[in-house]
Each structure stands twice: as C-alpha cells, then as structure tokens.
Nanobody, 124 residues
Framework: QVQLVESGGGLVQAGGSLRLSCAAS????????LGWFRQAPGKEREFVAA????????DYKDSVKGRFTISRDNAKNTVYLEMNSLKPEDTAVYSC?????????????????WGQGTQVTVSS
C-alpha cells in the first residue's frame, strides 16, 4: 500500500511557475508508475502527466507538453511536477496517483492510490 501527500500548490500569475511534489510512504514506491491528474470546478478529472517506475518513460497531456515536466526520485520516494508558463486554464486541484501498470497510464481509473490534492490557481 502507498500513501501519497502532495505539496507545492498556490497562487501564481500567468506565465509563472510552480513545482508540485508528491511524497509517498512505503518501501515499494519504485514499483509504481505515477501520474498527475487535475480537476477544475465543474469539470471532469483529467490526465496531466505520468512516469514509469524507473523514470525512463513519460507521457503528457497535449496542452502541457513543453511547459510541464514530470520526474521522480525513487531514493526520496517523491514524484515532482514542474510547471512553467502557467495559464489561467491550468487552474485546478492537482493530485498524484500510483498504479502498478508498467507503462504511463492516462486513464485515472487505472490508478489505485491517490493523494488528497493541492490547489493551483493561476491568475490572469
């Protein structure tokens, strides 16, 4: 079992940057593919980025490619989401999640473990 805790959210102006972190408990962190998802008010949860166990493969939502970078440090049991050139439409609650699947997974239903989320607000 894995427990996930996000941090790093906040209020930023358009064009700014934030770095989200997701710290995991448990000794099996490196066994999981990890993903970041977001949900804006009144909208469905959507995939943002995912990274495989070793970090060798990643996948991104088209609208964040070139702006967001997912990475992980298995020694620190932490996954990161570096967000640059933020836009107001990036405003949402961002959550990290873990799945035992071996490839980057975009479907949130495939993820078993979830954090509580962190709010990101981008002002125009």
């Amino acid at each position: 079992q894995v427990q996930l805790v996000e941090s790093g959210g906040g209020l930023v102006q358009a064009g700014g940057s934030l770095r989200l972190s997701c710290a995991a408990s448990g000794r099996t962190f490196s066994s999981y593919t990890l993903g970041w998802f977001r949900q804006a008010p009144g909208k469905e949860r959507e995939f943002v980025a995912a990274i495989t166990k070793s970090g060798s493969n990643t996948d991104y939502k088209d609208s964040v490619k070139g702006r967001f970078t997912i990475s992980r440090d298995n020694a620190k049991n932490t996954v990161y989401l570096e967000m640059n050139s933020l836009k107001p439409e990036d405003t949402a609650v961002y959550s990290c999640a873990a799945t035992s699947r071996v490839v980057p997974i975009t479907q949130w239903r495939e993820y078993r473990y979830w954090g509580q989320g962190t709010q990101v607000t981008v002002s125009s």
